[in-house]
Nanobody, 120 residues
């Protein structure tokens, strides 16, 4: 199982970016999918979560600006980021809880990260 994040880049404050995360490989099931971020010199933080059924949750600092979604058929997750601020600058990581076989325990898989830089 591999997760591939893409879509990062450089954007001015107030602009938008859309991140994508694709899950590849053989597996039985995916539970929650999440976006995390890590800014320079700071700890990694959970940004957004989307359940299998599409329920979402966000950290307070991005509520109303970011939208997380998933396509279970395509095995992808997205993060639409609007009204970006310089403090959103970070490496963004996607993460999914995956069960490789029906009898396997849930395991967390991580993408490689994609850099988002917001200039003021």
């Amino acid at each position: 199982v591999q997760l591939q994040a893409s879509g990062g880049g450089l954007v001015q404050a107030g602009g938008s970016l859309r991140l994508s995360c694709a899950v590849t490989g053989s597996f039985y099931s995916i539970a929650a999918m999440k976006w995390h971020r890590q800014a320079p010199g700071k700890q990694r933080e959970l940004v957004a979560t989307v359940s299998t059924g599409g329920d979402t949750d966000y950290t307070d600092s991005v509520k109303g600006r970011f939208t997380v979604a998933r396509d279970n058929a395509k095995k992808t997750m997205s993060l639409q980021m609007n009204s970006l601020k310089p403090e959103d600058t970070a490496v963004y990581y996607c993460n999914a809880d995956v069960r490789v076989r029906a009898w396997s325990p849930w395991s967390a898989y991580w993408g490689q990260g994609t850099l988002v830089t917001v200039s003021s």
